[in-house]
């Protein structure tokens, strides 16, 4: 018993002479000797009353929650803030998903106009509409009119209350839909658009048509120099749509013509 040993020591220390003997000395009366014992065996009798169950379970108990203490308090002050994910970062997540939205759309339609013009370019008639057509700035409607009116009312007194519409040509909203697509296949934020194998690709595409444009409009492109620039734009587009997670150029998926509005889901369609 713990309360035992230290009325042991205790009464050792008292008793003086004898150092921890618990021996009376023989300046101690037998008397004073007989009391201190009684009054010890009477504690030590009084601590065998509880049983030992008890401060087994007391002292595991207080042991248990110190250590619980102990452990907590680092834990709790160590714990690092969160904070929200955003940018890039989460793009493999939600900036992927968004942007197939945006953009999935109007890249297809821009690779079934560009597959349009493989007839034209394989019998060398570079005048047939539909090349001319996929360069010509003002062929392609980029952003439609939207009305102005006022809950339906136009207040205008030429009665004209839509917005101009914007063309571009389908190949410049090609290349800027392909480079934002691209971009958003990334697994972080750090690494620099022109370094993603999705922005690499679509840059090699762009080198050739953009060379394939300038000689067409300059009417220095031959038709031998069309079939080989073609042929070398089409292997560099199916390797992009492969990196977008579209399908080949040769599946027949771009057979049709494509919505270039926002789309609700992600999925090809």
Known sequence: MAKLSVL???????????????????????????????????KSSANDDIPSSSFQRRN??????????????????????????????????TTIPIAKRRYYGRVQEAVHEFLLMTPAIIKGDLNDPTVQDFFDVTKTVVIEGKKKDINGVCTKKDGDCKSASIYDSRYNDMKTTMYLLGNAFRINQTKAPDNLPTVKAAKKFFKVMNKFEFKLSKKQLSESDAKGMFADALDILDEYLDLVELPPTESGHYDKEFSTLVGETSRIT
């Open 60 to 93: 595991f108990l207080a042991t248990a929650t110190a250590a619980a203490g102990t452990i907590m308090v680092p834990l709790l002050s160590s714990t690092s803030p969160a904070y929200a994910s955003g940018g890039a970062t989460a793009g493999k997540y």
């Open 8 to 42: 042991s020591l205790f009464f050792a220390a008292v008793t003086g002479t004898n150092g921890f003997s618990t021996n009376p000395p023989s300046s101690v009366s037998a008397q004073n000797a007989q009391q201190l014992s009684t009054q010890l065996s009477l």
